[in-house]
């Protein structure tokens, strides 16, 4: 049985990363003020500062007792959003709370909830992998549960993969490249695979995914009216924004080569970008190890490893996704490193 006891210290590093912006973000949407900034600062100020101050991390553990805290960041999650948008859309706060808050929670969902709905879409338990499908699904984003695992991981890296960023490709560009193309393709790989196993089309999880945003955005409509349906899908979107942030960044410009035969050489550590930056990677349950995930998408996060031979960010990813946002600047800083990759 799976308790607080089975929490290595190393978990409980992780659970502090993670749940406590997610409790300084609960007391702002109900107090504002000073719990707002506090749960700001700390993902962003607190982390880079410990991200500088601490060694680069490289530390790897065997799993054990990590379901738990995946399930209590759900648990927080399905909390926080009703709450979050609630307050977002009612006259409580002032106008720079709102702002603070949106900006705060928008970090939480998309960096540390769905890291962790990504971590859960991996298991092969049936309740954590659905568990992970409707944080994503609140989201509004649950074809990525499908999209995820049957387009990206196969292809990785490759033309044929729409979250694969490409060398010179803006973020902006990648991004409406990205959501249409996973969705589609997403979508097409579930027809294939009902196909193959002989189950009716309306088994397609699309049905799930698309009448679970339907049923979140009419319950937001008929609760708070169009204030709270607007609040609801602009975090949501700028949650999605995130994810979009990191796959753009992880991947930038590493493409695998085509053999003799015409298929891409088997998925190495060379085809994705890692970050070793302590707390950070903590914030985002080990997804900065993404070269290791790539090569072994079971392994739970706490046991991911950082390959000898694996691209390193010359930042932290949050920090690199930020700059994204300047493409020159972007481009003048990776696309050298690219290049040394790819020639290498």
């Not at 799976?2 to 290595?8: A, E, G």
């Not at 719990?35 to 700001?40: D, E, P, R």
């Not at 982390?47 to 490289?58: A, E, V």
Request: aromatic share 10%; net charge positive.
């Amino acid at each position: 049985m799976l308790t607080i006891r089975n929490m290595t210290p190393r978990l409980l590093l992780f659970a502090f990363a993670t749940l406590t912006p997610a409790g300084l973000l609960a007391a702002g949407a109900a107090l504002g003020g000073i719990w707002i900034l506090l749960a700001v600062l700390h993902l962003t100020a607190l982390t880079s500062l410990l991200d500088w101050l601490i060694t680069p991390d490289t530390i790897a553990e065997p799993h054990g007792g990590d379901a738990i805290l995946s399930i209590l960041i759900a648990m927080a999650h399905f909390a926080l959003l009703p709450v979050v948008v609630w307050s977002l859309a009612g006259p409580a706060l002032g106008t720079l709370e709102k702002i603070g808050l949106f900006f705060g929670a928008g970090l939480w969902f998309g960096q540390v909830s769905n890291a962790n709905a990504h971590e859960l879409i991996h298991r092969t338990q049936h309740r954590l992998h659905r568990l992970g499908m409707w944080v994503y699904i609140t989201m509004l984003f649950g074809h990525h549960t499908s999209a995820h695992v049957l387009v990206h991981h196969p292809h990785v890296a490759t033309r044929a993969d729409p979250n694969t960023s490409r060398k010179g490709e803006s973020l902006y560009r990648y991004m409406l490249r990205a959501w249409g193309g996973s969705f589609r393709q997403g979508y097409r790989a579930e027809q294939t695979r009902l196909s193959r196993i002989g189950r009716p089309a309306w088994r397609n999880p699309y049905v799930v995914y698309i009448g679970g945003a339907a049923l979140c955005l009419m319950i937001a409509a008929l609760l708070g009216g169009w204030q709270t349906l607007l609040a609801y899908t602009a975090l949501c979107a700028y949650a999605q924004s995130q994810l979009l942030m990191s796959d753009y960044v992880q991947h930038y410009g590493l493409l695998r080569a085509s053999r003799a035969d015409g298929k891409p050489e088997p998925v190495a550590a060379r085809h994705s970008w890692n970050s070793p930056h302590w707390f950070s990677s903590a914030l985002m349950l080990n997804a900065t190890r993404h070269s290791d995930h790539h090569a072994h998408p079971g392994r739970h996060y706490p046991a991911l490893t950082l390959p000898d031979d694996a691209p390193m960010l010359p930042r932290p990813l949050p920090l690199m996704a930020s700059i994204a946002l300047v493409p020159p600047l972007w481009r003048r800083i990776m696309d050298p490193r690219v290049d040394r990759w790819r020639n290498a």
